[in-house]
């Protein structure tokens, strides 16, 4: 359900699946499959990543071969995505969008929320924090640290339980639910799951 380029009103569908546990990078050697020969180790560590982040992106917005209006009238197909005007002469609403297209979507757009995440996560100092960021950055847009500036001042200096109130809330002891927390409270779960990984990661550095 990806809410980029609408505020945080689009596509405003209740989300029934429990949160999955927060997903990190992983730091075991990848096991080689059968018959490989001389793959890169590091290669076949980064294709598995980024599949856990796309499995979890398609398990949170679906994939819809027909174009719909989504609750702010705006055209939507596949996995999340918002149609482009191009895209919605060729894909009017109730239109089958072949899958190799709607494939071709979704690589794109998951790169485009996994670099920013990148980008974020080494501001913030946490790459294990990359694939909650990309699931924020896949359903607002990379702009989302302009929707929730304090949440992300706090996330870069490590008061994650302030970051997580700005999150949750309209304002830190606000005690109003964020726009966000009223129309996907899962996607919200999510990333409040992760951060709290990220702060029980630090302090067992820290100890």
Known sequence: MNLQNQGLLGQAQPLVQPPVQPMQ?????????????????????????????????????????KSYLDSLGKLTAGIGHLLSPEEAK????????????????????SAKATKAAYDQAQEIQALSLIPA?????????????????TAYEHLKNGNYESAIQ??????????????????????????????????????????
């Open 25 to 65: 990078a992983s730091v075991q050697s990848p096991v080689q499959a059968p018959g490989l020969l001389k793959q890169d180790p590091n290669e076949e560590m980064r294709q598995t990543f980024r599949k856990k982040i796309q499995d979890h992106l398609v398990l949170r917005e679906g994939n819809k071969e």
């Open 133 to 149: 960021l990309t699931s924020v950055n896949f359903q607002l847009g990379t702009a989302w640290t302009e929707k929730f500036p």
């Open 166 to 207: 700005e999150i949750e809330n309209t304002s830190e002891g606000s005690g109003k639910l964020s726009d966000w927390n009223k129309q996907t409270p899962v996607r919200v779960k999510d990333f409040v799951a992760s951060i709290r990984e990220l702060a029980k990661l630090k302090q067992r550095v820290n100890q």
């Open 90 to 109: 060729l894909y009017t609403e109730g239109t089958v969008v072949p899958e190799e297209t709607r494939n071709n979507w979704f690589e794109a757009d």
